[in-house]
């Protein structure tokens, strides 16, 4: 099989190693089709899921977010109609709209928050105080990704400045990503 990228360092000619060994190149076609649907499923199934959660977590107190309902939808249908393809394109359109969501009300902002009050558990016990905050992914010991408004992020900055640093996400990330 002949691919129009070149192959991966190790890899020849895009052939994925062991299958030259399969019995015939029609079996060694199938376990690359198998291989394809499986990996499609599998990300347009965590796609669903995480656009489904954050729907479920922000839609009821941000109407805004009302504009990712009907893709949401779609990709949920075309998942289950095993069109992992038209799924993950309408999960795109629903990140678009959060997207646009995001820059209307900045209470649904990303945040990244770096430094020593990260790795030392003091941002965390400021975050469990305050429900505006929520920690979305921990991306390294001492650097978290947050869910807050610019207001709280300034607040924390400035309470916590000799050991954080805040900035805004400004790559959009899966949704509760």
């Not at 499609?40 to 009821?60: G, I, K, N, T």
């Not at 709209?97 to 770096?114: F, K, Y």
């Amino acid at each position: 099989m002949q691919y129009a990228t070149p192959a991966p360092e190790g890899v020849s000619n895009g052939a994925i190693p062991g299958l030259a060994r399969a019995a015939s190149a029609q079996s060694a076609g199938i376990i690359e089709l198998q291989a394809s649907v499986g990996f499609l499923h599998d990300q347009a199934a965590a796609a669903v899921r995480r656009l489904y959660d954050y729907l479920e977590q922000h839609s009821r107190t941000h109407p805004e977010l009302d504009g990712c309902l009907t893709p949401a939808t779609d990709a949920s249908r075309a998942f289950e109609a095993a069109d992992y393809g038209r799924a993950l394109a309408e999960i795109h359109q629903a990140y678009r709209a959060v997207a646009a969501a995001r820059a209307a009300n900045p209470s649904l902002g990303r945040w990244l928050a770096q430094g020593a009050a990260v790795k030392s558990g003091r941002l965390a016990a400021e975050v469990a105080k305050d429900p505006t905050v929520r920690e979305l992914r921990r991306l390294a010991p001492d650097l978290v990704v947050l869910e807050m408004s610019a207001e709280r992020a300034a607040q924390l900055q400035a309470e916590l400045s000799d050991e954080l640093i805040v900035e805004n996400d400004a790559a959009l990330d899966p949704p509760g990503g």
